[in-house]
């Protein structure tokens, strides 16, 4: 078994921060079978360890909607010859920067594709639009929705998803949302990769599994890490809050003071360690 963790970086601060705690985490883990692969632009790549799969990546500027949301690239880094190298990789997880691998992710091996849980869909509106758009582009809709952003599965389909995101993903900015960007809780540009991936994965992908559990888990839990391989840091100020160590507001705290079987401690126990030198 071959695996690969990938994820894109530019070069902000909180980008910087947040792969940092990432590769701690994967470092900790100690796994034997899995890479850690970054596609960043050319200065960002400059503070990724040299121990990682460096790939430069400049962010997409056509059509220059991309430019604005750059949440894209986290998918479009997939497409394209730059990245046909991960296909000789049994299983990836294409993921964001702002997470945690724990133990738990070494006897992770699922027998399907399979996705964290999300929350973006919140009423019939964004539903039915997400569907209409799907059956536009001739393209089936199962109902499956709020998928998580974290994809892990068959290295090949990952990125076929991908792409087809890509697509989807460039019809909403320039059309869709053209003239009116929408607003949260509803019908929302903000959220476009994630419409894009469920369409995607709705149509291309025949059995899935949404795993809140599994991949996307928050990071302000308090259970024990030992069933949750993969920990997202979700929007909250409570602990651990990515806002709150970004901000330097957990930097008094001694390590020796936490439980790392939980997962809050969990994570800032390795945010705090990925400071080291």
Same mark, same amino acid.
């Given at each position: 078994?071959?695996?690969? &963790?990938?994820?894109?970086?530019?070069?902000?601060?909180? /980008?910087?921060?947040?792969?940092?705690?990432?590769?701690?985490?994967?470092?900790? &883990?100690?796994?034997?079978?899995?890479?850690?692969?970054?596609?960043?632009?050319?200065?960002?790549?400059?503070?990724? *360890?040299?121990?990682?799969?460096?790939?430069?990546?400049?962010?997409?500027?056509?059509?220059?909607?991309?430019?604005?949301?750059?949440?894209?690239?986290?998918?479009?880094?997939?497409?394209?010859?730059?990245?046909?190298?991960?296909?000789?990789?049994?299983? &990836?997880?294409?993921?964001?920067?702002?997470?945690?691998?724990?133990?738990?992710?070494?006897?992770? !091996? *699922?027998?399907?594709?399979? =996705?964290?849980?999300?929350?973006?869909?919140?009423?019939?509106?964004?539903?039915?639009?997400?569907?209409?758009?799907?059956?536009? /582009?001739?393209?089936?809709? $199962?109902?499956?929705?709020?998928?998580?952003?974290?994809?892990?599965?068959?290295?090949?389909? =990952?990125?076929?998803?991908?792409?087809?995101?890509?697509?989807?993903?460039?019809?909403?900015?320039?059309?869709?949302?053209?003239?009116?960007?929408? #607003?949260?809780?509803?019908?929302?540009?903000?959220?476009?990769?994630? !419409?894009?991936?469920?369409?995607?994965?709705?149509?291309?992908?025949?059995?899935?599994?949404?795993?809140?559990?599994?991949?996307?888990?928050?990071?302000?839990?308090?259970?024990?890490?030992?069933?949750?391989?993969?920990?997202?840091?979700?929007?909250?100020?409570? $602990?651990? #809050?990515?806002?709150?160590?970004?901000?330097?507001?957990?930097?008094?705290?001694?390590?020796?003071?936490?439980?790392?079987?939980? =997962?809050?401690?969990?994570?800032?126990?390795?945010?705090?360690?990925?400071?080291?030198?």
């Amino acid at each position: 078994m071959k695996r690969a &963790i990938v994820v894109f970086v530019e070069d902000k601060k909180r /980008f910087e921060l947040q792969l940092k705690a990432l590769y701690r985490s994967y470092k900790y &883990i100690k796994s034997k079978d899995t890479d850690f692969v970054v596609f960043g632009t050319k200065k960002a790549l400059k503070w990724v *360890p040299d121990d990682c799969i460096k790939v430069n990546y400049e962010i997409l500027s056509e059509p220059k909607e991309f430019l604005e949301y750059r949440f894209i690239n986290s998918i479009s880094c997939l497409v394209g010859n730059q990245a046909d190298f991960l296909d000789e990789y049994d299983l &990836i997880l294409r993921t964001d920067a702002d997470t945690f691998l724990t133990p738990a992710w070494n006897s992770f !091996y *699922p027998d399907i594709y399979t =996705v964290g849980k999300g929350g973006y869909t919140n009423n019939d509106e964004v539903r039915e639009n997400l569907k209409r758009v799907a059956h536009s /582009f001739g393209l089936r809709h $199962r109902g499956i929705h709020n998928l998580g952003s974290t994809h892990y599965g068959n290295a090949r389909l =990952v990125r076929k998803v991908s792409s087809l995101a890509l697509s989807i993903a460039e019809y909403l900015l320039t059309e869709e949302f053209k003239e009116d960007g929408g #607003s949260w809780p509803g019908w929302f540009e903000g959220v476009t990769t994630m !419409y894009s991936c469920e369409i995607a994965v709705n149509h291309l992908v025949d059995e899935f599994k949404v795993d809140g559990k599994k991949l996307d888990y928050g990071s302000a839990a308090t259970d024990s890490i030992a069933v949750h391989p993969h920990i997202h840091c979700w929007h909250t100020n409570k $602990r651990f #809050s990515k806002f709150q160590f970004e901000a330097g507001n957990y930097d008094s705290i001694s390590v020796k003071d936490l439980d790392i079987d939980k =997962v809050n401690d969990y994570c800032l126990y390795i945010a705090l360690k990925s400071q080291d030198n």
